[in-house]
């Protein structure tokens, strides 16, 4: 008799232990869908945050740091149509501004090739000991502005309100003036252009 109690008792435990683990098992997996879904919520909650903040410009972020952002929410693949949408806006406008962006780099390096070929040219045209070669740098530069008659302005002293200019000249005279006096005094400060790309206004600052 107590034979069969026994044995009786060890299937019961079998079978809660059965249970139990398959229990456990659910459990297990249950909490790791949560876990899972809670985890994507609160991605697409970051994501739909920060694309809008990008799309308003409410972040201190450079452009770099957006393009940056966009790419870690596009590879955790949401696959949320509000966020797809707004990632569509999103790159749009970063593309937008990276376009502008290359152009003022554009622009600034044109300028500063301008800057360096003016006053290399200066130099060279007061240093110069041969006449037809000086006379045949000052030529080629003309050819960067739109007249020999464009205005060349000298800043002899800066102020916080308005900058102090020397008697104005032309590009023409300023470059002859180089060739007599056998120096380079001045450097470019600022270069102004038509539409043509030509130099419309030179302005220069004592060095």
Do not use: H
Not at 13 to 26: D, E, H, M, N, R
Not at 148 to 172: C, F, H, M, S, W
Request: hydrophobic share 35%; proline share 2%.
């Amino acid at each position: 008799m107590k034979s069969k109690i026994t044995t009786a008792l060890m299937v019961l435990l079998a079978v809660f232990i059965t249970l139990g683990g398959t229990t456990s098992c659910k459990s297990k997996k249950r909490l790791a869908r949560e876990a899972a879904e809670a985890e994507y919520k609160s991605k697409v909650e970051q994501a739909t945050k920060d694309l809008n903040a990008i799309l308003d410009d409410e972040t201190l972020w450079s452009l770099e740091e957006k393009e940056a952002r966009v790419k870690t929410i596009k590879d955790w693949n949401l696959q949320n149509d509000e966020v797809d949408k707004l990632l569509l806006k999103v790159e749009k406008k970063l593309a937008r501004e990276r376009a502008q962006k290359e152009e003022e780099e554009r622009s600034q390096q044109e300028e500063e090739n301008a800057n360096t070929t003016l006053e290399k040219n200066f130099a060279s045209i007061a240093r110069s000991g041969n006449i037809s070669q000086a006379n045949r740098t000052i030529n080629e530069t003309l050819e960067l502005f739109e007249s020999p008659d464009v205005p060349v302005l000298i800043i002899i002293k800066q102020n916080a309100t308005a900058n102090d200019y020397d008697r104005p000249t032309t590009i023409e005279k300023y470059l002859n003036y180089l060739k007599d006096q056998k120096i380079s005094p001045n450097k470019v400060f600022e270069i102004k252009y038509n539409a043509n790309g030509k130099i419309k206004e030179l302005e220069l600052i004592k060095k």
